[in-house]
């Protein structure tokens, strides 16, 4: 079973950059699809990233809400055990918590961005975007 931890939030100026990182443990991270989600004060949890396993030969996917298309960049390294989030020019509306999942996938270019499809789930870190 993989465990997730997020890191990296913290408060920024709007038109400034924040890179999240999720450390896994517990598994073999390139079985895993992965994505990025997040969560702001009463309202539900959204779809902002998410990046395919990269077991075999299949080529990664990602794919991206339109709300960030262009400003964020997922990433994963399997040497690091880690994923990543690259958010630039950051806006008050990218306030919230942002949360890491995992689903397992094997030999799959899969990529999920239902909630539901992830099995897996880190604690949260929050990101607040204000002047």
């Known amino acids: 079973q993989v465990q997730l931890v997020e890191s990296g939030g913290g408060l920024v100026h709007p038109g400034g950059s924040l890179r999240l990182s999720c450390a896994t443990s517990?598994?073999?991270?390139?079985?895993?699809?992965m994505g990025w989600f997040r969560q702001a004060p009463g309202k539900e949890r959204e779809f902002v990233a998410a990046?395919?396993?990269?077991?075999?030969?299949?080529?990664?996917?990602?794919r991206y809400s339109d709300s960030v298309k262009g400003r964020f960049t997922i990433s994963r390294s399997n040497a690091q055990k880690s994923l990543y989030l690259q958010m630039n020019s950051l806006d008050p509306e990218d306030t919230a918590v942002y949360y890491c999942?995992?689903?397992?996938?094997?030999?799959?270019?899969?990529?999920?961005?239902?909630?539901?499809?992830?099995?897996?789930w880190g604690q949260g870190t929050q990101v607040t975007v204000s002047s």
């Open positions: 990046i395919s396993g990269s077991s075999g030969s299949l080529r990664i996917q990602t």
């Open positions: 999942a995992a689903t397992l996938t094997y030999y799959s270019n899969s990529i999920y961005t239902n909630p539901r499809s992830y099995n897996y």
């Open positions: 517990g598994g073999i991270i390139s079985n895993y699809a």
